[in-house]
């Protein structure tokens, strides 16, 4: 039997298991579904366990738990492949939107309904099917490399203990290579692979002028204006090129490669359609740049709010005594977010004018982005095992969002490759999420092809 055939006859069993678990509301931004996560770690650990991994931990945190699995290969010599992702979901407001019970999984032809369905359980566990098959069709008692996965229980809350959960348990998660199965392909007709996803780091800045509003008949024309200042500030934010212009912001920027771009192009951009589900009317952005690659490839200055003075009804003719903004920086590889963050405060310092008095709060220590290796022999191995499953070219995506995967790739010091099936219109985080079975299928398989093809390049 091989391995295509073994999946599809234990599709069944797969898609029943699978329901099992996305039944259980593992909310971890919720307090009240906090047992829920917990019994969500359980179900995968018992579920991996019958699989036949035979190291299975639940991992407190002073959080959620994660769940750790290894199955070690025969030979000892063998590559290590660490697979990451997570059990906790989204919550599922507003429940009105819903046409299913979120937490009763509902098949409509190939599509599976529920939260967490694509973004991320249905991912993790095909892993595991995806081990069974290699093993019957090769006859094998272990899997030619040594799989572990970690799968965490708070990625939908900002992996607040994860870094530390990694640090704690460094020497257990040694790997060669790690497997991100935590994003989306392009289209279900045209496999992709993910190699980058942006950082991020965000500020609030506030103007601060007169002790109080004042009569702009009076005062006005004579006194800095906190709200004008603030606009001048943000507007000098980005050049004439619509790049941002941020001193030293660029700092270390890794652009990317000739080739990166030419898959990029390649892929059936519509850009009306992609307009059409922005709700705009026309795109804007770094000169130079595609819209896929502004999204993708380039550093970011986006103003997300600003305030001051009077919103009411009607007029009333003052001077604010202060103005206040919210900015967000989407960050590529190459970029430090707390470098980003020095020059953003050097820069709103510089350009606060005499007389008001600035205050810059950031939001965090930011994400770092990450990317992967476009040349290494994981990520070639990796495109090579999905091509074998999905029979067709795969093509390179990013992503213009964040996640754990800096953090992953610092402290396991270890090479990243993202092996994912879900796709943009799964709905994740939204109402109705879905995903497609015969897809996860295709990860499953995957996965399975990318042990053999690992194991048989070696370290």
Known sequence: MDVRTYIEEHRDEFVLALKEWLEIPSISADPAHHPDVHRSARWLADHLTSTGFPTVEVWETPGLPAVFAEWPAANPEAPTVLVYGHHDVQPVDPIAEWETDPFKPSERGTSLYARGASDDKGQVLFHALGVSALLAASGADAPPVTVKLLVEGEEESGSVHFAELMRANRDRLDCDVVVISDTTMWAADTPSM??????????????????????????????????????????????????VAIPGFHDGV?????????????????????????????????????????????????????????????????????????????????????????CVRAYVEAATPEGLRAEIEFGGPGVRACASDLSSPALKSARSAMERAFDKEVLFTREGGSGPEADIADILQAPLVFVAVGLDEDRIHAPNEKVEIPLLLKGAESAAYLWEELGASGR
């Open 194 to 243: 993910c190699v980058g996803m942006r950082g991020v780091t965000d500020v609030e800045i506030s103007l601060h002028g007169p002790e109080r509003d004042l009569h702009s008949g009076s005062f006005g024309g004579a006194v800095p204006n906190p709200l004008k200042a603030m606009a001048d500030l943000l507007s000098g934010m980005h050049d004439e090129d619509d790049r």
């Open 254 to 342: 890794i652009e990317a490669s000739s080739d990166e771009r030419d898959l990029i192009a390649r892929l059936p951009f519509d850009e009306r359609e992609w307009l059409a589900t922005a709700a705009s009317t026309a795109t804007w952005g770094e000169k130079g740049y595609s819209t896929l690659e502004r999204i993708w490839l380039r550093p970011t200055a986006e103003i997300n709010g600003m305030w001051g003075g009077h919103t009411g009804s009607g007029g009333k003719t003052i001077v604010p005594r202060s103005a206040h903004a919210k900015v967000s920086f989407r960050l590529v590889p190459g970029q430090e977010p707390l470098h980003v963050q020095e």
